[in-house]
């Protein structure tokens, strides 16, 4: 069976993250939440740390930690994973106006005519 993608609208755990919250599954087999446990079970997937990634008020998607042993994430661990979406989005917005600066730049060069 292919997973395929996970639609926002089909897992409310997802749902969650982009909406800001931080998810913590310890058991992956047996969390209502999750979409697949049999296939986690098969990948040897056991505990998830979950956070949404969200640029500009749109959601992009989320970034997962997974570990093969059940276990509860340090309050470290949830926090650092917190702070990368938010890098993420100043890298993608630096790449943005980066991207426009390159653009204007080439326009101008041409009427310049150089």
Do not use: H
């Not at 292919?2 to 997802?14: A, H, Y």
């Not at 209502?32 to 740390?49: C, K, W």
């Not at 059940?70 to 790449?95: D, G, M, S, V, Y």
């Amino acid at each position: 069976m292919t997973k395929g993608v996970i639609r926002l609208d089909t897992s409310n755990m997802f749902d969650e993250a982009i909406g800001g919250k931080t998810i913590c599954v310890e058991d992956m087999a047996s969390d209502p939440r999750v979409l697949y446990p049999i296939d986690a079970q098969r990948e040897r997937l056991v505990s998830m740390l979950c956070v949404g990634i969200v640029f500009q008020a749109r959601p992009i998607g989320t970034i997962q930690l997974f570990s093969t042993q059940q276990r509860q994430f340090t309050e470290f661990e949830k926090q650092l994973l917190q702070a990368i979406p938010q890098l993420l989005a100043a890298a993608i917005e630096n790449a943005r106006l980066d991207a426009q600066r390159n653009k204007s730049e080439s326009i101008m060069r041409r009427a310049s005519g150089g």
